[in-house]
């Protein structure tokens, strides 16, 4: 169903948003932090959601393509005047503002 794809695509990027919108960058999200569990093994700890989104939007990733394909791809919809809807339109604004 196309009016689900929209829906989920709106859902997602609403997620990415907020996560995004709410991030302060730090000096510490550009340093590799880590942690020692047990036995002496050390891991990586994993960066802010909102730092790791920005890192994919500033680099050439398939978040970043993913995005800008949406936005292609609802600027095709909404110029066909018979297929525009409401959620097609949401999922460009969203990302859109994430691209912003």
Same mark, same amino acid.
Request: hydrophobic content about 45%.
């Given at each position: 169903?196309?009016?689900?794809?929209? %829906?989920?695509?709106?859902?997602?990027?609403? $997620? &990415?948003?907020? !996560? @995004?919108?709410?991030?302060?960058?730090?000096?510490?999200?550009?340093?590799?932090?880590?942690?020692?569990?047990?036995?002496?093994?050390?891991?990586? %700890?994993?960066?802010?959601?909102?730092?790791? $989104? &920005?890192?994919? !939007? @500033?680099?050439?990733?398939?978040?970043?393509?993913?995005?800008?394909?949406?936005?292609?791809?609802?600027?095709?919809?909404?110029?066909?005047?018979?297929?525009?809807?409401?959620?097609?339109?949401?999922?460009?604004?969203?990302? @859109?503002?994430?691209?912003?």
């Amino acid at each position: 169903d196309p009016q689900e794809k929209w %829906l989920v695509a709106s859902g997602a990027m609403e $997620i &990415m948003y907020k !996560l @995004l919108s709410n991030h302060d960058i730090v000096q510490n999200d550009f340093v590799e932090q880590t942690c020692e569990i047990a036995q002496g093994r050390v891991i990586t %700890l994993p960066c802010q959601p909102g730092h790791s $989104i &920005m890192h994919h !939007l @500033l680099n050439d990733s398939a978040l970043l393509r993913k995005l800008l394909f949406i936005v292609d791809e609802c600027c095709q919809l909404l110029s066909d005047v018979d297929s525009s809807t409401d959620k097609v339109a949401h999922a460009g604004l969203l990302a @859109l503002k994430l691209l912003e």
